[in-house]
């Protein structure tokens, strides 16, 4: 017998938060590290919402168990500010406070899924769209849609992928990893092939605020209404909020999908942290001036990596149109020696370019697409230019 079960045995571990892990040691230990790895704003908190946080801290209620789907004034609060910020209209009893975007990726697989049933990812994916379907026993039909698409994928493409185990198509605009926004015709036509088809639609709508340029968000049920009965909107107040370590993320979706991922939640982890939840509140409640701010500082970032990604010779990048992401191909650099190794692939290059120049991203590999690497740009200008013109002197 197994001492570690089949089903969490085969979980990989989280690429992402790996490099993310051997960038700090490396830091820790001395060495000059530039890391493109972590997903995550380099902002603080608005002060309103940590205030927020520490007066819940010496409030006897929140010391206490709180209803597993979230504190009602939150869920309200969520659903208002969905209707602001999308458009979409849903009542509060639609929302389920998740411990971050990430309990909302599993619980709405494991609420959804039988097993074989089959999840259309499109690839380049975030990583861990493939793990929850997969440990709540569904299979990830992965459609690959590269650089010379854009990283979006067609309506032929989902045609192909299609079957009749077909459960969920999973889409997210912006993406992590490929920094693509769909155009609001796109979701419209995706949304309604999903309808013609019966399939569900899973919806990561958690860089909603961070498009650049001409490039706008669309939230598909909103431009879709059909699709609403079989649709689930991820969120949370991670990226929009600079709050990844707060642990605070949401579901939206029909009463009987939310109804059975409370049940789930409320064996698995009860009710989100209530300082947590708090702070939560009074970010979705109040105004999106520090999203304006940090939109503005991505924007200039994102411009700043693809010009200079884009001078590397070998090296193939789009402008990121949303998120914080620039997702290059490395197709003309690998099988060249480089620090004295010939890295053959995208994992390999990562290796030698964070042991020769210093500098941290994520290989392709984590994303379902070898050849790529993902760089985030949530982090400083000086240290953007210094990381970039670090590879691209090893490079060259
Ligand atoms: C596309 C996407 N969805 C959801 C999340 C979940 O974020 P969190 O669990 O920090 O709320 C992330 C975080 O990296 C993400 O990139």
């Known amino acids: 017998m197994n001492r570690i079960s089949r089903r969490i045995g085969a979980i990989a571990e989280s690429a992402t938060l790996a490099v993310d892990a051997k960038a700090k040691a490396l830091k820790a230990a001395g060495e000059d590290v530039v890391g493109f790895g972590a997903g995550e704003p380099d902002f603080p908190t608005p002060a309103h919402v940590v205030e927020a946080a520490i007066a819940a801290c010496g409030d006897p209620k929140n010391h206490r168990y709180t209803p597993v789907a979230g504190l009602p004034e939150l869920r309200e609060a969520v659903a208002v500010k969905t209707k602001r910020d999308s458009g979409f209209d849903c009542a509060a009893g639609q929302v389920l406070i998740t411990n971050g975007g990430k309990q909302a990726v599993y619980n709405t697989f494991a609420a959804l899924l039988d097993p074989g049933d089959e999840v259309i990812v499109p690839a380049p994916y975030w990583t861990t769209y493939p793990e929850a379907i997969a440990l709540a026993g569904g299979v990830a039909v992965e459609v690959l849609a590269d650089i010379a698409s854009g990283f979006r994928v067609t309506l032929d493409q989902l045609d192909r992928a299609v079957t009749e185990r077909t459960k969920a198509l999973l889409f997210v605009s912006p993406s992590n990893p490929t920094g693509a926004v769909y155009s609001q015709a796109e979701i419209e036509a995706i949304g309604w092939w999903a309808v013609e088809r019966g399939i569900w639609v899973v919806t990561d709508e958690i860089y909603e605020h961070l498009t650049y340029?001409?490039?706008?968000?669309?939230?598909?049920?909103?431009?879709?209404?059909?699709?609403?009965?079989?649709?689930?909107?991820?969120?949370?107040?991670a990226k929009t909020y600079a709050m990844t370590g707060w642990r605070v993320g949401w579901m939206i979706g029909p009463n009987d999908v939310i109804a059975a991922a409370t049940n789930l939640q409320s064996h698995a982890t009860s009710n989100v942290a209530n300082v947590s939840q708090r702070a939560a509140l009074a970010a979705v409640s109040g105004d999106l001036g520090a999203?304006?701010?940090?939109?503005?500082?991505?924007?200039?970032?994102?411009?700043?990596?693809?010009?200079l990604l884009s001078t590397i010779p070998g090296v193939t990048n789009l402008e990121p149109q949303g998120a914080f992401y620039c997702f290059p191909s490395f197709e003309g650099v690998l099988g060249r020696p480089i620090g004295g190794r010939t890295p053959e692939s995208s994992l390999a290059l990562a290796d030698v370019v964070l042991s020769e120049a210093k500098v941290a991203f994520v290989p392709g590999e984590a994303f379902?697409?070898?050849?790529?690497?993902?760089?985030?740009?949530?982090?400083?200008?000086?240290?953007?230019?210094?990381?970039?013109?670090?590879?691209?002197?090893?490079?060259?």
């Open 291 to 307: 999203v304006a701010e940090m939109r503005a500082a991505f924007g200039r970032r994102g411009r700043k990596m693809h010009e």
């Open 368 to 396: 379902g697409a070898p050849g790529y690497g993902r760089f985030a740009f949530a982090l400083g200008e000086h240290d953007l230019i210094e990381g970039i013109s670090r590879l691209a002197m090893l490079l060259s």
């Open 213 to 237: 340029g001409d490039h706008e968000f669309t939230s598909m049920p909103v431009v879709v209404p059909d699709i609403a009965e079989r649709c689930v909107i991820l969120n949370g107040v």
